[in-house]
């Protein structure tokens, strides 16, 4: 079974998210809630799909400014369900929504969404489901999973034997 460190490098648009983000650490609030978001609207889907649309994403969702998703209504709804350019799911629109509006309340609470992340360590793979399941909507275990990976919370993002994930190990260790 191939990896995506298998079939990732040289491909024009998986091949950069994988060299430049995927398991990379996030510190933002909206960075961390557009990847969320992306895998979100991953579910069911390739990934190629998502990338592929991703700044329209981004630009229909006011770039993920979690205050800014959250105040969305009705019309915003029927707005990003009318663009062609996004993956148009109402679920996962309403779905990513209600998140922003859960994700400022948790910023309330632990002053970021990465400290919220941080609060919650040394948790197994299936506590993290839980508690995003118990956190959030339309987060299963695949969603889960690939979130945590794509952020550097959860290994498993790299192969032990491929460059970027050296280039991971260098960024934690403060080394670059």
């Known amino acids: 079974m191939s990896s995506y460190c298998d079939v990732a490098p040289g491909h024009p648009i998986h091949g950069p998210y994988h060299d430049r983000e ?12 557009e990847r969320l978001c992306l895998e979100i609207f991953q579910a069911g889907l390739s990934w190629l799909i998502v990338l ?7 630009a229909a ?6 205050g ?3 105040a969305y209504g009705e019309a915003d709804i029927e707005r ?6 996004i993956i148009r799911n109402r679920r996962k629109i309403t779905a990513i ?7 400022l309340e948790l910023v309330k609470i ?8 941080a609060a919650q360590s040394c948790q197994s793979k299936e506590d993290w489901v839980k508690l995003f399941k118990r956190t959030f ?3 299963g275990g695949e969603v889960v999973n690939e979130f945590l990976m794509s952020i550097g919370i959860l290994p498993g993002a790299h192969r032990p034997d491929c460059p970027v994930q050296k280039k991971i190990e260098e960024v934690l260790s403060g080394k670059t």
């Open 22 to 33: 995927y398991g990379f650490p996030l510190t933002g609030d909206a960075e961390l809630f």
């Open 52 to 58: 592929k649309k991703r700044e329209a994403i981004c």
């Open 61 to 66: 969702f006011g770039g993920f400014a979690p």
């Open 68 to 70: 800014q998703v959250a």
């Open 80 to 85: 990003l369900m009318s663009d062609a350019g």
């Open 97 to 103: 929504i209600e998140n922003a509006r859960r994700l």
């Open 110 to 117: 632990h002053g970021s969404f990465a400290q919220w992340l």
């Open 137 to 139: 909507l339309f987060t």
